[in-house]
């Protein structure tokens, strides 16, 4: 369509303002939007209050959609639970019987755990998560990985906080609203997770990469021990998250590590538990310089060791 | 004159006699589906790779190109602050490239006043394909192969999905200018 001839504005001296008042304003407009970009890169969480104010006041449309969504998602799993019911059925009875059995071994290991640990004298203290609720939302326009969880500062959710599913970690807390938090998940590309395998103690870092992958990088180089298929689990290096939840399982070897799939697809759950800090004392003191921690004045001599799970936004 | 044809006396926006515009409904329309289209992606869970194009953005090049005149230049600075709120890119990042595309726009029409649909389609692709690309420059996050690599399905759908959302506009226009008031 051509455009109408508003932008000559005739002889009318009003319209010519408006119009040149337009262009200014425009013009202030990316001005201001570059100097609030500059001051996000250096303040991440700087405007933080209005973005969570802004998810609090969607977020009864939010809760609802999450509502219907896993609502429908359970509907279309009973729908293709009937597709070939029977030898469903079968292969799942034999799954069964052998998981009662393991079930009863671990039963058993359980309380022999119990048994040493008390002979050591640890305790092993149950944690009740913080909040248990929906993931309401994510920003899947944008290239950074950030979800919505229905459960914010009301419900006792603080920054920092790991978010987990039932079958393995989905993110860290990064921000709070009233009602509803912003999770930091595995797969954004600032994300850096203390890992190690689950059958030895290969100790290594799970980062995201942008891509849904996550890059394992092993600290200890030398001969890649990694095979395709080794599960990776949280090793609680850095205090934010409890040992041995499930992480990633390795799909493809690299030099340094592999590229391994995440275990719990956030878009697969429907509840998540957002889980208090494991070890705040930990986390205190890894954001503590060491230069103050040992109180010397002129900066030591020191090895930069990685961040656990250091996350600007 | 009963055996008048009924829609004689009106046009695509409804009957001509008694009945006018809705200034409000006028006015609001387009702000509202731009600020509506910022909000949708939030109610998707993408937890891979980013997988919908940018609405908001796409839903404002749509009217600026489909109905040239309508938004004011400086549009960018309201409805890119709202967008900010929810996109999940830096604060501050809608407001600067709305702006900006608005203003670009503006200097292209005054060089082609005349444009066919597939011209607009070219100005849209290129706009969105911009915006997608630097939003992977100042995401905040390091800019990685893998993360770029990951934006081809969302570029792809951006791109394709900017005639729908013409079309969109277009009906919403429709119903913008729909003569609901009795006079």
């Not at chain 1, 429908?72 to 597709?83: F, H, R």
Request: proline fraction near 7%; charged fraction near 20%; glycine fraction near 10%.
């Amino acid at each position: 369509m051509a455009p109408p001839g508003s932008r000559r504005s005739s002889y009318s001296r009003r319209a010519q303002y408006n119009l040149f008042t337009g262009y200014i304003v425009a013009g202030i407009g990316a001005l201001l939007g570059m100097i609030l970009l500059g001051l996000s890169f250096f303040q991440p969480t700087l405007f933080g209050g209005p973005r969570g104010a802004a998810q609090d006041a969607v977020s009864p449309a939010t809760e609802t959609a999450a509502r219907v969504r896993t609502g429908g998602k359970s509907l279309w799993d009973s729908v293709s639970g009937y597709y070939r019911a029977g030898s469903k059925n079968a292969a799942l009875k034999r799954e069964m019987e052998l998981a009662r059995i393991r079930l009863v071994e671990a039963d058993a290991v359980r309380t022999e755990n119990a048994r040493l640990k008390g002979l050591l004298g640890l305790l092993d203290d149950e944690r009740p998560p913080v909040a248990v609720a929906r993931l309401i939302g994510s920003t899947s326009t944008s290239t950074r990985r950030f979800a919505y969880v229905g459960a914010g500062s009301r419900d006792g959710v603080r920054v920092g906080m790991p978010v987990r599913s039932p079958r393995g970690v989905v993110g860290r807390i990064l921000e709070t609203g009233y009602s509803n938090a912003r999770v930091l998940l595995l797969t954004d590309p600032e994300s850096v997770l203390p890992v190690r395998r689950a059958s030895d103690d290969t100790v290594a870092f799970a980062e995201g990469r942008g891509d849904s992958l996550l890059r394992i990088r092993l600290i200890n180089l030398g001969i890649n021990p990694l095979k395709v298929g080794d599960v990776f689990v949280t090793s609680g290096a850095g205090g934010y998250y409890s040992p041995g939840i499930a992480v990633a399982i390795v799909s493809e070897l690299t030099d340094d590590g592999g590229v391994a799939r995440i275990i719990s697809d956030p878009a697969a759950t429907d509840f998540v538990a957002v889980e208090p800090i494991f070890e705040p004392e930990a986390v205190v003191g890894a954001a503590t310089p060491i230069e103050e921690e040992l109180g010397v004045d002129e900066p030591a001599e020191v090895i930069a060791t990685p961040e656990p799970t250091e996350a600007a936004d | 004159m009963e055996r008048m044809e009924p829609r004689a006396r009106s046009d695509a926006y409804g009957s001509r006699i008694n009945r006018s515009h809705s200034s409000v409904l006028a006015n609001i329309v387009p702000w509202a589906s731009i600020l509506a289209a910022s909000l949708v992606p939030v109610f998707f869970i993408a937890s891979a790779l980013p997988l919908l194009a940018p609405l908001g953005f796409a839903m404002l090049l749509g009217w600026r190109l489909v109905r040239p005149g309508l938004l004011p230049v400086w549009a960018g600075l309201p409805l890119g602050l709202f967008d900010d709120l929810f996109s999940g890119q830096p604060f501050g990042y809608a407001i600067f490239t709305w702006s900006v595309a608005l203003l670009v726009i503006e200097a292209i029409e005054l060089r082609m006043p005349w444009r066919s649909f597939s011209q607009d389609w070219l100005t849209a692709s290129a706009a969105l394909i911009g915006y997608i690309g630097l939003g992977w420059l100042l995401s905040g996050g390091e800019p990685t192969v893998f993360s770029l690599v990951a934006l081809v399905p969302q570029l792809a759908i951006s791109v394709i999905l900017f005639p729908t959302l013409a079309r969109l506009c277009a009906a919403l226009d429709r119903l913008r200018l729909s003569r609901w008031r009795r006079v």
